[in-house]
């Protein structure tokens, strides 16, 4: 199992910057890939940007070129540094991590709210 917390979230206006940090509670070379998804009110979960154990990233295409996955292995945290933010970005950001043994587990945090003005 694996305990995560994140931080970072805030309101913002448009066109500025917020970095969101999560912290996890066991080494983060025993995950096989953490990300960050994000809810808005009535709409479903989605993947903002994911981040394997070997190093390779995806993100999503309304975030590309704006947003960034990064980790720190020392502190066993993950970041998403988020530039250019749109309010379309508003949203709860939630942290995930997946650990595949025989089969996958997804752990999840608690989220953090992202809110940008126009």
């Known amino acids: 199992q694996v305990q995560l917390v994140e931080s970072g979230g805030g309101l913002v206006q448009a066109g500025n910057s917020l970095r969101l940090a999560c912290a996890a509670s066991?080494?983060?070379?025993?995950?096989?890939?953490m990300g960050w998804y994000r809810q808005a009110p009535g709409k479903q979960r989605e993947l903002v940007a994911r981040?394997?154990?070997?190093?390779?990233?995806n993100y999503a295409d309304s975030v590309r070129g704006r947003f960034t996955i990064s980790t720190d292995s020392a502190k066993n945290t993950v970041y998403l540094q988020m530039n250019s933010l749109k309010p379309e970005d508003t949203a709860l950001y939630y942290c995930?991590?997946?650990?595949?043994?025989?089969?996958?587990?997804?752990?999840w945090g608690q989220g953090t709210q992202v809110t940008v003005s126009s």
């Open positions: 981040i394997t154990s070997g190093g390779s990233t």
């Open positions: 995930n991590a997946e650990i595949i043994r025989v089969k996958r587990a997804d752990y």
């Open positions: 066991r080494s983060i070379f025993s995950i096989n890939a």
